[in-house]
Each structure stands twice: as structure tokens, then as C-alpha cells.
């Protein structure tokens, strides 16, 4: 997909069966590409979120995100 010429692709942590070393494969083979990694984590886990921004996620979607508080924490 990423090869395809869209502007990004984002992984899907929340929804299936990809897990972060299936993700990190993922976004070693986007990086060979101008599309941008995004990545939906499952869940507000700074530890999973810190890894996968260092592993090459340009950007991160959090679900579940219903306050300033809950929005403050992931930043």
C-alpha cells in the first residue's frame, strides 16, 4: 500500500491481529517510501506508544480520548 503513492498509511494497532512486531516490520517497509507511518494504538499506553514513535511512527491515533485530561496524557 504504501508504495501505491498514497500521502500515508496508518498501521491499525486498535482493530485485527497486528501486534508490535508485526507493526514494526510494517514500518521499517513504509520507510522505504514517501508515505507517511501513522499507527492506531489500541489503547492510551505511553510505553507501547513511545516504542512504536521510536520504531518510525510518524504519528499516533489514540482511541478512546473523551477529556482534555485523557488528551493531556497522551502528549
Not at 514494526?24 to 489500541?42: C, E, H, K, Y
Not at 489503547?43 to 510518524?58: F, Q
Request: with cysteine; charged share 15%; glycine share 6%.
Amino acid at each position: 500500500v504504501a508504495g501505491l503513492g498514497f500521502d500515508s498509511v496508518t498501521i491499525d494497532l486498535q482493530h485485527g491481529a497486528i501486534d508490535y512486531d508485526t507493526a514494526f516490520a510494517m514500518l521499517q517497509a513504509i520507510s522505504t517510501t514517501a508515505a507517511l507511518p501513522m499507527v492506531r494504538v489500541p489503547w492510551n499506553d505511553p510505553a507501547l506508544m513511545m516504542k512504536l514513535l521510536d520504531s518510525g511512527a510518524y504519528g499516533l491515533i489514540c482511541p478512546m480520548i473523551n477529556s482534555a485530561n485523557e488528551a493531556r496524557a497522551m502528549v
